[in-house]
C-alpha cells in the first residue's frame, strides 16, 4: 500500500516523499487507519518493522486537527525502554513536522541529561514528551509536568521495558493520566507479564499483529563458527581485515568487558569504541554519530544495543558472547539487514556457551552449520552438565516444622 492512499495532511506527505517514505510496511499498513479511527492497539510487532512511523504519522495528523493554545499543552506522551530510543521517536517526529506552518514543540525526557534543561522545555509549553520511566518519574515527583491534557499514550517496546523492571513505574505513571486517552501499546513479544500490563492500560484494544513472510531470522544470513573461548578476539580481528567490513556491531555480555577489547582492538590499528549504560549520555550520542559517520569501524556494545539502535548501513552483527535471553537472538541479528539491505550475522560458539546455542536455534527455529576455521581449530571439549544431587528423604524442614519454629521465635 502507497503513504498517498491514507489522504494525510500535504505537508505530511511531503515529508514522507522527501524521505522516500513510499510504500507502507505491514504493520503501518494495519496500524495508520486504527489510529485514525480513533482505537486503542495492542501490536505485536518486530524490530526494524516500521511501527514507529506507524503512530507518529496518524497522530501528527490527528494534532494538525486540534485547537493549540498560546503556551502548548502535552497531547503525548511515548515511553521508550532506552536513551537511544527516547531521541530516535523524538526525532521521526520532527521529520515528519518538519514543513508544518506551525510546528509541535517536542520534549526528550532522558536521564544522563540535564534534568534542568528539560524542566525548563516542558515548563515553556510541549506537545510531545518522549521519555525514558525513569527520568519522567522523577519529573513527575517533582510535581513539575501536567499530563491532565493527554489525548495519546504510547508504549514502545514493552516487552523490553518490563525486562528493565517497569511495572511498578508504570503504575506511578498511570495515576498522573487522565482516563480519556488513546492507547497505543508496542511489543515483540506477549508474554503474561505484558499482557497483565496491557489490562491495567486498556480493556478495549484491537490486536494487531505482523504477519511476516519469512521471520526476520531467516532474512539476514547467518553463520556459527566454533572457536576456543580465549581465540574470539584474535578471530575478530581477522574476520574484519579479511573481509574488509566497513561497520561491524558487536555484542558483549558486560560493560567492562566492551571496554577492554575495545581498547585492545585499537592498539591493533582498528577503529574501535565501546558503548554501554555506564557513558554519560552525551558519549553515548556522540558515539553512535560516530559510528553512522563511520568514524568508528567496530562498536563493542552490551544488549543497550539490541533494540532501538537505527543504523541502516551496519555491515555484520558478531554474537562475541551469547545473548542471555533466546529471543534477544532475533533482536541483536536485526540491527543488520535494514532498509531492504543484504545482512549478515555471525556467532562465536565455545565449549562452554554451545549448549546454550542449541537452545537458541531451538526456540528461534533455525540449525547453522558450525563452521571451524583454519587457524582458529577449537580444542577440548564442552564441560559434562551435571545432574544435581538428589535431595536426601527427610533431612529438609517440613511446613509444619517451619511453622512450629516460627511461632516458638514468637514466643520468646
Request: aromatic share 6%; net charge positive.
Amino acid at each position: 500500500m502507497q503513504f498517498s492512499t491514507f489522504n494525510l495532511n500535504e505537508n505530511i506527505q511531503k515529508s514522507l516523499d522527501e524521505n522516500k517514505y513510499i510504500s507502507t510496511t505491514q504493520i503501518q499498513e494495519k496500524v495508520i487507519p486504527l489510529v485514525l479511527e480513533n482505537k486503542d492497539l495492542m501490536a505485536k510487532a518486530q524490530t526494524g518493522s516500521g511501527k514507529t512511523a506507524g503512530f507518529v504519522l496518524p497522530i501528527l495528523e490527528k494534532w494538525l486537527g486540534y485547537n493549540h493554545p498560546k503556551k502548548a499543552k502535552i497531547t503525548t506522551l511515548v515511553l521508550v525502554p532506552t536513551r537511544e530510543l527516547t531521541l530516535q521517536v523524538a526525532n521521526t517526529f520532527e521529520i515528519f513536522s518538519k514543513n508544518f506552518n506551525k510546528k509541535p514543540k517536542i520534549v526528550s525526557v532522558i536521564g544522563g541529561a540535564s534534568i534542568g534543561d528539560q524542566l525548563l522545555d516542558i515548563q515553556k509549553g510541549c506537545d510531545i514528551v518522549v521519555a525514558t520511566a525513569g527520568r519522567l518519574l522523577d519529573i513527575i515527583n517533582k510535581k513539575q509536568i501536567d499530563l491532565s491534557t493527554l489525548e495519546f499514550f504510547v508504549l514502545d517496546e514493552a516487552d523490553k521495558m518490563l525486562d528493565l523492571g517497569f511495572s511498578d513505574e508504570l503504575d506511578e505513571i498511570l495515576k498522573e493520566l487522565p482516563e480519556n486517552r488513546q492507547n497505543l501499546l508496542f511489543s515483540a513479544t506477549y508474554p503474561q507479564k505484558m499482557l497483565d500490563i496491557a489490562s491495567k492500560i486498556t480493556t478495549s484494544a484491537v490486536k494487531v499483529e505482523q504477519e511476516e513472510e519469512a521471520p526476520t531470522v531467516e532474512k539476514i544470513q547467518q553463520r556459527a563458527i566454533r572457536v576456543n573461548s580465549e581465540n574470539r578476539g584474535p578471530l575478530l580481528r581477522h574476520l574484519i581485515q579479511s573481509n574488509d567490513w566497513p561497520l561491524v556491531l558487536v555484542f558483549m555480555a558486560n560493560k567492562r568487558a566492551s571496554d577492554n577489547i575495545a581498547a585492545k582492538f585499537r592498539k591493533h590499528g582498528i577503529e574501535a569504541e565501546s558503548f554501554h549504560g555506564d557513558l554519560i549520555q552525551e558519549e553515548r550520542v556522540e558515539t553512535l554519530e560516530d559510528f553512522k559517520a563511520k568514524k568508528i569501524n567496530v562498536l563493542f556494545a552490551t544488549d543497550i544495543a539490541a533494540r532501538g539502535l537505527h543504523i541502516d548501513d551496519i555491515t555484520c552483527v558478531i554474537n562475541f558472547d551469547l545473548p542471555r535471553a533466546t529471543a534477544d537472538y532475533v533482536h541483536r541479528i536485526g540491527r543488520t539487514g535494514r532498509a531492504g539491505k543484504d545482512g549478515l550475522a555471525i556467532s562465536f560458539i565455545t565449549n562452554e556457551n554451545s549448549e546454550h546455542f542449541k537452545l537458541i536455534e531451538k526456540r528461534c527455529k533455525i540449525s547453522l552449520e558450525k563452521e571451524v576455521l583454519e587457524g582458529f581449530e577449537p580444542t577440548g571439549k564442552a564441560p559434562v552438565k551435571q545432574k544435581g544431587a538428589q535431595a536426601v528423604k527427610g533431612k529438609r524442614k517440613s511446613k509444619k516444622d517451619k511453622l512450629r519454629e516460627a511461632q516458638a521465635n514468637k514466643d520468646k
